[in-house]
Each structure stands twice: as C-alpha cells, then as structure tokens.
C-alpha cells in the first residue's frame, strides 16, 4: 500500500498530536522549536497565500510514517524545506 499523504492546516488538525509526538521523539530537546511555531507558521500560510507555509503528514494504513514541512515564496518561486522526519519504526523497510 502506498504512502497517503495529508496537508495540515489551520482548520485540519488531523494527525498533529502525533506528529509532535514523533518531532518530540526524533529531534533532541536541544534543537526542537516550541510547538507554537508549527501553529504560528499555521496561521501564517492562512493569511499570506500565496507566499505559504507547508505541512504534510505521510500515513501508511494508520500508522504515522512521516512529516515534512516548508516554506514556498512566491514572488521569487522558491522555497525551503524546514523538516523532514521518518517514523524510526519504519526506517530502513523500502517506503523513502
């Protein structure tokens, strides 16, 4: 089965508990962002499209495989990916 993949946005929270508490697992506490600058970015990409911010929550079946999240400018067209996670669970079993 493939990998299904779901935006997060300001009015589709679905998943992002388990999303921080994979980022939670994943980064150390010595480089991790408080969560309220995942939710600020949310409301940032709200009201600035169509420079946007980016949230994607990758699912197989119902488990968590992975999320990334970015930033896209469109008066440059360019943009940046400012994480990207694999579930540690998952690693190394053919879904990258």
């Keep these: 089965m493939a990998i299904k993949w779901v935006e997060i946005t300001e009015e589709n929270f679905t998943e992002f508990e388990r999303v921080l508490e994979l980022y939670n697992q994943v980064f150390p506490i010595e480089v991790r962002e408080p969560q309220y600058i995942f939710y600020r970015s949310l ?3 709200k009201e600035r499209r169509p420079n946007n911010y980016h949230f994607l929550v990758g699912m197989k079946e119902n ?3 992975s999320f ?23 690693q190394s079993k ?3």
């Design 43 to 45: 409301q940032y990409a």
């Design 63 to 65: 488990q968590l495989v």
């Design 94 to 96: 053919g879904l990258g």
């Design 68 to 90: 990334a999240t970015g930033h896209y400018f469109a008066g440059v067209n360019s943009g940046f990916i400012v994480y990207i996670v694999t579930n540690p669970l998952i």
